[in-house]
Nanobody, 123 residues
C-alpha cells in the first residue's frame, strides 16, 4: 500500500500561483511514477501532469502546459505541482496518484490516490 497526502491548496486570485505537495508513505517512493489529476464540480476527473520515478520524464495536459510544473524529491518522498498564471478554470479538487514504475496519463492506470486538496481561483 501507498498512502498519499496532498497539501497546499487554497484560495488564490486569477494570475496567482500555488504549489501543491503530495507526501507518500508505505512503499519505496522511487518505484512509483506520480501523477496529478483534478476534478471540477460536475466534471470528470482529468489528467494534469505526471512524472516518472526519476523525475527525468514528465507529461502535461495541453491546458496546463507552460503554466504548471511537476517535480519530485525522492529523498523526501514528495511530489510537487507548481501552478502559475492560475485562472478560474483551474478551480478543482486536485488529487495526486501513484503508479508502479510507468508514467501514465489516464486515471485508470493509477493504483493509489490521495484524498485531494481544493484549489479555488477567484476572478
Amino acid at each position: 500500500q501507498v498512502q498519499l497526502v496532498e497539501s497546499g491548496g487554497g484560495l488564490v486570485q486569477a494570475g496567482g500561483s500555488l504549489r501543491l505537495s503530495c507526501e507518500a508513505s508505505g512503499r519505496t517512493f522511487n518505484n512509483y511514477a506520480m501523477g496529478w489529476f483534478r476534478q471540477a464540480p460536475g466534471k470528470e476527473r482529468e489528467f494534469v501532469a505526471a512524472i516518472n520515478w526519476s523525475g527525468g520524464n514528465t507529461a502535461y495536459s495541453d491546458s496546463v502546459k507552460g503554466r504548471f510544473t511537476i517535480s519530485r524529491d525522492n529523498a523526501k518522498n514528495t511530489v510537487y505541482l507548481k501552478m502559475n498564471s492560475l485562472s478560474p478554470d483551474d478551480t478543482a479538487i486536485y488529487y495526486c496518484a501513484a503508479r508502479y514504475i510507468l508514467l501514465g496519463v489516464s486515471s485508470r492506470e493509477y493504483d493509489y490516490w490521495g484524498q485531494g486538496t481544493q484549489v479555488t481561483v477567484s476572478s
